[in-house]
């Protein structure tokens, strides 16, 4: 089966830095996705990580590490725009992603 | 236009009423999906469709028909719905369905069955 882990809500202050945890259990990881949704948008990519370490892309980081099938979404100097949900998702081999509940990243001043 | 289009971006309808829902992706892929987000629960995979064959139908009840007429439109087919039905329906695109493609979401439609 598969199992997907990540917190509800977190909240950090603007400039901050703050990590988004995600834990997994999928049969036959291929690898880890995130993904951004602003109230009312669409989801949409930040990143993709296949091999252990740290990916990253501006202000945006992720991490995996497959044998402990745990990542995390790094972001820093937040802005409030980046007030938005954060979900994790794994792959598995070619069946499409399965996604999370996600984390809803409140930004504050 | 670009990248993934969905109309309408807002539907009310009945119990007993028919409509449809229209997803269109300019991106060239070969891979198109249905999701249904409510709130407070992950977003839940519906249907899939590689090369316009369907590969994945999550336990959907009947009452929701796709239609994959080409790989650049997808259609999802509505009938007698239920209010819990009531969600936001997301289409996305990818180059195919396979491990780590991308997937493009459009801006979804906001459905209230009442």
């Known amino acids: 089966g598969q199992s997907l882990e990540q917190p509800s809500e977190v909240t950090a202050v603007e400039g901050a830095i703050v990590q988004i945890n995600c834990t997994y259990q999928?049969?036959?990881?291929?690898?880890l996705s995130w993904y951004q949704q602003h109230d009312g948008g669409a989801p949409t990519f930040l990143s993709y990580n296949a091999l252990d370490g740290l990916e990253e892309t501006g202000r945006f980081s992720s991490f995996l590490s497959r044998s402990d099938s745990y990542g995390y979404l790094l972001l820093q100097e937040l802005q409030m725009k980046d007030s938005a949900s954060y979900f994790c998702?794994?792959?598995?081999?070619?069946?499409?992603?399965?996604f999370g509940k996600g984390t809803r990243l409140s930004v504050i001043a | 236009e670009t990248g993934v289009t969905q109309t309408p971006r807002h539907l009310v309808m009945g119990m007993t009423n028919k409509k449809s829902l229209k997803c269109e992706q300019h991106l060239g892929h070969n891979a198109m999906y249905w999701y249904k987000q409510s709130a407070k629960k992950p977003l839940e995979l519906m249907f899939v469709?590689?090369?316009?064959?369907?590969?994945e139908n999550n336990s959907v009840p009947s009452r929701f028909s796709p239609e994959c007429p080409n790989s650049s439109h997808l259609f999802l087919h509505l009938h007698t719905l239920q209010p819990e039905d009531s969600a936001l329906y997301l289409c996305?695109?990818?180059?195919?369905?396979?491990?780590?493609?991308?997937?493009?979401f459009g801006p979804g439609t906001r459905l209230t069955v009442l």
């Open positions: 996305a695109s990818s180059s195919t369905s396979g491990a780590a493609n991308e997937q493009f």
């Open positions: 998702a794994p792959h598995s081999g070619n069946t499409p992603l399965v």
């Open positions: 469709y590689n090369f316009k064959e369907q590969t």
């Open positions: 999928t049969s036959g990881f291929y690898g």
